[in-house]
């Protein structure tokens, strides 16, 4: 069975592929792909013709035992994404994990990746973070995965799209506090932004925006223990019994949770 290549490419800027990622796309005999002609353009300006195989969330599956077939048939398989590395908010899984079982072959061709640009250059703690990709989309379930890390000592990084951008960063404030903060924009391209500031900052300055363009990397300081809240612990859970319908005790329970406080005291207080 041939080998499996998981190639990185640019996250905008051309020049980020590297010269690995070139002589494996010049080397494979089938490239598979999120986007046909993204990847057809990518590889018009280098200059590489290779036959494509559509690959993406939404025929993963199948694409994957095509992809199997061709690597038994010993055929060099590349696989990339629009942009980035495969995998990371990608597709790319799927197509790994049935390789291994296989007993196939991979390597791992690095390069660039959002995550890792972002948060190398946001000025916050790069020691340990925790990568969380996209919230949903939908605001309950968002503000309970925010919930979930609120106490995480690690540094937070999220992906976002630009019409999701303010409302994420209204729950970031109101479910982590008003904590420091980036938003990195539209990174290694033309329009290339970096707001480094307080959450609460962050959204006055995008606020001021008529429109807000362009891929955005939110990084949040992880839990200190020592940050501004919008409201008091008591008003909060308030909020979570009137807007949630959470009894006092649940409602308690989270607001300790996330304010690191004890559940105990705060139901006190709100009985
Ligand atoms: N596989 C990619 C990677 O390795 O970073 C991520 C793909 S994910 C579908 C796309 C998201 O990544 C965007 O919505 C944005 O949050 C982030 N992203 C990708 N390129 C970016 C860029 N140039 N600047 C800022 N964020 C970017």
Redesign the pocket.
């Known amino acids: 069975m041939e080998t499996l290549y998981v190639v990185?490419t640019p996250?905008?800027n051309l020049e980020d592929i590297t010269l690995r990622a070139l002589n494996v796309l010049k080397e494979v005999d089938l490239i598979a792909c999120e986007d046909t002609r993204h990847t057809g353009k990518l590889l018009k300006h280098f200059e590489i013709q290779k036959p494509l195989l559509s690959y993406h969330q939404h025929n993963e599956k199948f694409q994957t035992n095509k992809i199997l077939e061709k690597l038994k048939d010993g055929k060099k398989v590349a696989l990339v994404?629009?942009?980035?590395?495969?995998?990371?908010?990608?597709p790319?899984q799927v197509i790994v994990e049935a390789v291994i079982e296989a007993g196939g072959n991979i390597e791992s061709v690095p390069g660039?990746?959002?995550?890792?640009?972002?948060i190398s250059a946001s000025g916050l703690c790069t020691d340990s973070f925790l990568f969380k990709?996209?919230l949903s989309s939908k605001p309950s379930a968002r503000k309970k995965e925010l919930q979930a890390v609120a106490q995480t000592k690690e540094t937070l990084v999220?992906?976002?799209?630009p019409h999701r951008l303010l409302k994420t960063l209204d729950d970031m404030f109101e479910v982590l506090g008003n904590r420091s903060a980036c938003a990195?924009?539209?990174?290694?391209?033309l329009h290339?932004e970096w707001a480094r500031d307080s959450i609460s900052e962050l959204i006055t300055h995008f606020k001021a925006r008529p429109a807000i363009k362009?891929?955005?990397?939110?990084i949040i300081q992880g839990f200190t223990g020592e940050q501004e809240w919008p409201d008091s612990p008591a008003e909060a859970a308030l909020k979570l019994i009137n807007e949630q319908g959470l009894s006092k005790k649940e409602a308690a329970k989270q607001v300790a949770h996330e304010r690191g406080l004890s559940s105990r005291s705060l139901y006190q207080e709100l009985i």
């Open positions: 990185a996250i905008g994404s629009d942009a980035g590395t495969p995998g990371i908010s990608d790319g660039a990746s959002a995550v890792i640009t972002a990709g996209f999220f992906y976002e799209a990195a924009r539209e990174l290694t391209k290339e362009g891929e955005f990397v939110l």
